[in-house]
């Protein structure tokens, strides 16, 4: 069972450089949609969500884009930084209200000085 | 800054052996998570829990499995006779609105 499918399990970019992560989702009743950040040892942080009434969110360096006729969201970081390089988890609820997230398969991202 | 907490951090236990994993959500968050990773596998989801009782569940959480919160700061996660294949990391997560908070997981080993 697949529902959030990120499809590339790692990515390198130069520091400075935007980062592109992707995610795609299959449950078409999915509104609510998180990006977090998880460093070896520790859970999951969260970064930025989107609900399904918007196509964007910016925060800071993060920028969430959401296409929802295409079923997909990425992450943008701009401009990346070596403190980025960490496993990130799309995830995906049906309501915001207390419902239970649907993790992808997490994406590596190293970040080069 | 508020965090949720876990403890303990590892915990190594027989298979067949009854463990409790204790987790302290964020004091005024409402709603109460426990999701597993299972090594090099996705971050699942367990159970949720809102107003003292279960909300939603995943298959995974069977009849071994029970959550409770036995007062106003604990929220627990107990297997009753561990397997192999519970050998994971266990986080526990709370919120109030929007985004789930994530404690930093209880690594279970089950030999």
């Known amino acids: 069972d697949q529902q959030v499918k990120q499809n590339s399990p790692s990515l390198s970019v130069q520091e400075g450089r935007i980062s592109i992560l992707n995610c795609d989702y299959t449950?078409?009743?999915?509104?609510?949609f998180l990006w977090y950040k998880k460093y070896p040892a520790e859970g999951p942080t969260f970064l930025i969500s989107?609900?399904?009434?918007?196509d964007k969110n910016e925060d800071g360096r993060f920028t969430v884009f959401l296409n929802k006729s295409a079923k997909h969201l990425s992450l943008h970081i701009v401009p990346s930084q070596p403190g980025d390089s960490a496993v990130y988890f799309c995830?995906?609820?049906?309501?915001?209200?207390?419902?239970?997230?649907?993790f992808g398969g997490g994406t590596r991202l190293m970040v080069k000085p | 800054e508020p965090e949720v907490t876990q403890t303990p951090s590892h915990q190594v236990t027989q298979m067949g052996q009854e463990v409790i994993l204790r987790c302290v959500p964020i004091?005024?968050?409402?709603?109460f998570y426990w999701y597993r990773q299972i090594l090099g596998q996705k971050v699942e989801f367990l159970v949720s829990?809102?107003?003292?009782?279960?909300?939603?569940k995943s298959e995974i959480f069977d009849d071994q499995f029970s959550v409770e919160r036995p007062d106003g700061s604990n929220f627990t996660l107990k297997i009753r006779s561990t397997k192999l294949e519970d050998s994971a990391m266990y986080f526990c997560?709370?919120?109030?609105?929007?985004?789930?908070?994530f404690g930093p997981g209880t690594r279970l080993t089950v030999t």
């Open positions: 997560a709370s919120k109030s609105l929007g985004e789930q908070y």
């Open positions: 995830a995906a609820s049906e309501g915001n209200a207390g419902n239970m997230l649907t």
């Open positions: 829990f809102y107003n003292n009782e279960i909300s939603e």
């Open positions: 004091s005024n968050h409402l709603y």
């Open positions: 449950n078409s009743m999915f509104d609510y």
């Open positions: 989107i609900s399904s009434i918007k």
